[in-house]
């Protein structure tokens, strides 16, 4: 099961992998950590890399790999949906950093897939 307490597919187990590489992946000093719906806790990114170099960034991730995925069953469309926030500039990012108010992102975004 998600923090949600819904029953994890298959493609929320491969996409949530997906994302957490592309987010953390996408270039050193960027992405600190992620938080994604199919996980119980935020991830810093250089625990998701294997790598030291990505321990720190800018900013943090949020986000649910698959969107409406009990949909897929049906047919229907779903999507990712992400946000990114600011990390308060010279600390690391810690439960705070992901608890910020909406108006507080700087970037969110949906892709549908249908």
Known sequence: DNVQGEVQ???DVVCNAIML????????G???????????????????????AFAHGE????????DG???IDSSLPVGTVFGIYKC????????KTFL??????????YCLYS
């Open 9 to 11: 597919q298959k493609l």
């Open 21 to 28: 590489k592309q987010f953390c992946g996408c270039s050193k």
């Open 30 to 52: 960027v992405i600190a950590a992620v938080a994604s719906e199919e996980e119980d806790a935020p991830r810093s990114c250089d625990v998701v890399m294997g790598d030291s």
């Open 59 to 66: 900013y943090v991730a949020v986000f649910d790999p698959i």
């Open 69 to 71: 995925s009990k949909n």
């Open 88 to 95: 308060v500039p010279g600390t690391d990012a810690d439960e």
């Open 100 to 109: 910020q108010k909406g108006n507080e992102m700087v970037a969110a975004g």
